[in-house]
């Protein structure tokens, strides 16, 4: 409000000037000059124009009016001043509700703005509990992001780990299957081979039968060393020994006892043994004994031929053993001229032992077949 008055007076004051400066005397008379009346000679003395230039000097007028013109602009500006009373008391009369309503509104806003303010306060108040709320939250869901990245990175550690360890196991099963692949392959291979053939190979060489390359047998005409004969009977009956032992046969009475070129076969009841080799030189002082053991020998070698008889009643022979012939030939050395015969015996031995292989491999190449025939023959 106290700027309006201001602006109103103000406004006054405008008026008030412009009024002045448009009554002004039109012909810029002087208080002298106007109404047609002139100075004296005595009344234009130099005191009077000292005066008159005071006045102008101090007066806010350019020129200085007469008292008519006065007269008539004080009366304009009276009747100006009226008029502009009389618009000031409207604009009173007008203003004044204008004013009361105003305050009611302003009052109205201020209450409301009030209102508003304590609104947005408390949502003020709000929000600082909502951002600590989600500063909280953040900082939880931060401390949740680090102990979850050092757990990923633990489990990225354990995959590593758990794939370096199954791509190793694979590897390790896949070396498993070809070793397991290998020794079937070789298994294969070993039931097809014959280990009895390939370590104790029988053969014949001329009018001698061999073992594993040594002849068995002694002719005039062929002087066999007799270190040779005594390896090859050691090697003969080391292979029949092998062959029961597979089928689980014991013989009866007798126990043959390898031990190279020296081997011997004992005789159980008596607990004599006998030596299945030659010493050489004048057989007079060794042949009985040496003849007696091969005679033994023939007796386990028809204990076995019985034994496989029981489990196949088909199986022969192919040269008869009865007593001390061989195939119609005697295993006897002793007496004189005999080496022929006896050479003869002894490739009928070895052959007949060949025949006892062959039978063998066909029932070892099934070891439930053969573990049946064991338990059978109990």
Known sequence: MVTFYLLLSLLLLLLLYKATLDLQCPSNCSYFACQGTSLSQEESDRPVEEFIKFLRENSMLDNLLCIACSDQIICELEARIKDTEEEVEALKCFIKPLQYREEEELEKDLQKLLSEEAELQQELETKKQEVSRLESELNRIKKSCVELQSSLEKQSYADIEARYEREASQGESARLDFTVMYACEQLNVLKRVNVYNDN??????????TINRLRLGRLPEAQVDWHEINAAWGYTLWFLSAMADKMGFAFGGYKLVFLGSRSEILQLDSGQRWGLWAPGGFKALWARRFDQAALLFLRCLRQFERYLAHIDYQVELPYEIS????????????????????????????????????????????????????????
């Open 323 to 378: 007593g001390e012939m061989v195939g119609g030939k005697r295993l006897r050395l002793q007496a004189p001229g005999t080496e022929v015969e006896w050479t003869a015996a002894c490739r009928h031995t070895l052959l007949n032992l060949k025949w006892c292989l062959a039978w063998l491999r066909k029932i070892i190449q099934d070891d439930g077949e053969l573990q049946a025939l064991r338990i059978l023959n109990r």
């Open 200 to 209: 104790f190979h029988i053969w014949t060489s001329g009018p001698f039968a």
